[in-house]
Nanobody
Framework: QVQLVESGGGSVQAGGSLRLSCVYTSSGYCMAWFRQAPEKGREGVATMNRGAITNYADSVKGRFTISKDSAKNTLYLQMNSLKSEDTAMYYC???????????????WGQGTQVTVSS
């Protein structure tokens, strides 16, 4: 059983930055960040496969960066130039292949809240 534990969320003003962390017990082929805003569906934010190939949602390209420190078993999401529309619960997830479909992801963390005020 893979365990994922996110941290690093908080409240920040628009234009600010946050770095989310996800400590995992075992890395899947694909590690990803998703988010879910109130009354909205869960959407993919960024993915990284075992070859370190990354993909980003159009809404975060150029602002967010996904990275991984395998020595620390930790996945990161650096978020810069934050906007109010980035407010959401952010989840770390693991899957045998990368996609934007939530049902492809086998393991999920409990989430960490990010709130951006304008």
């Amino acid at each position: 059983q893979v365990q994922l534990v996110e941290s690093g969320g908080g409240s920040v003003q628009a234009g600010g930055s946050l770095r989310l962390s996800c400590v995992y017990t075992s890395s899947g082929y694909c590690m990803a960040w998703f988010r879910q805003a109130p009354e909205k569906g869960r959407e993919g934010v960024a993915t990284m496969n075992r070859g370190a190939i990354t993909n980003y949602a159009d809404s975060v390209k150029g602002r967010f960066t996904i990275s991984k420190d395998s020595a620390k078993n930790t996945l990161y999401l650096q978020m810069n130039s934050l906007k109010s529309e980035d407010t959401a619960m952010y989840y770390c997830a693991s899957a045998p292949f990368c996609s934007w479909r939530t049902y492809d992801y086998t393991f999920w963390g409990q989430g960490t809240q990010v709130t951006v005020s304008s």
